[in-house]
């Protein structure tokens, strides 16, 4: 197998995890997993251990530990590898996101709630799919490394507005591998078809807590 799926967490969202794997797991049962221990407690970090292939530890970041997303694509030792945030919940079988994953491209859905509330173009990056790594990726990387942007989709919009040519590298997944909390709750928008719905912002998070857990996902 070379192909994994990644998710991390700090210890400010770790108690996220068991409820993410469980869905993983649900629909996918045997698919790679890596999970990335971005500062998080030592029980869960001993339980990741036990419940994925693979667990790589990072030191704490100093602003935010979704900055370390696109370093943990460029640290993925597998041809394939897709990063999905830990407040996506996982509806489906979605090991045939691999087979949109191009050499030298990323794959992303777009965010269709930036499209109506700012009129510009931007790419949701909740999930995100690589082919080995790439010069977009790095620069990603890079930008985001400078810390002067609020988050990894602000710091990638940033990036193809300097650097247009990088525009036609993005491969476009369905939207369906990424369904936005702001489709569902502003935009009146649902589909049957959804594999991954991405719980955004606070008012994700308590909906996650408050809806979707059950007893067995919680830390003890």
């Known amino acids: 197998m070379n192909k994994t799926f990644i998710t991390g967490v700090d210890q400010n969202y770790e108690w996220l995890l068991k409820w993410w794997v469980r869905n993983l797991r649900k629909h996918n049962k045997d698919v790679h997993l890596t999970i990335c221990d971005f500062g ?17 530890s990072y030191n704490p970041h100093p602003k935010c530990a979704w900055y370390y997303k696109t370093q943990s ?11 999905i945030d830990s407040d996506c919940e996982i509806l489906k079988p979605i090991e045939d996101i691999f087979d949109y994953a191009k050499k030298d491209f990323i794959g992303l859905t777009e965010d269709i709630g930036k499209r109506i509330t700012e009129k510009d173009h931007w790419w949701a990056t909740g999930v995100i799919l690589i082919k080995n790594s790439s010069n977009i990726l790095q620069d990603w990387d890079k930008q985001l490394k400078k810390l002067t942007d609020r988050g990894d989709q602000e710091a990638l919009h940033f990036l193809l507005n300097q650097n247009p040519q990088y525009k036609s590298l993005i491969t476009s997944l369905p939207i369906e ?3 936005l909390r702001l489709q569902l709750e502003l935009m009146q928008q649902d589909s049957p078809d959804q594999k991954i719905v991405h719980w955004t912002g606070s008012r994700g998070k308590s909906h996650i807590r408050n809806n979707l857990m059950i007893s067995s996902d919680y830390f003890k």
């Open 40 to 56: 998080i407690s030592k029980d869960i970090l001993n339980w990741a251990k036990s419940n994925a292939e693979v667990v790589k």
């Open 73 to 83: 694509l460029l640290d993925s030792k597998y041809e394939l590898s897709c990063w």
């Open 177 to 179: 591998y990424q369904w």
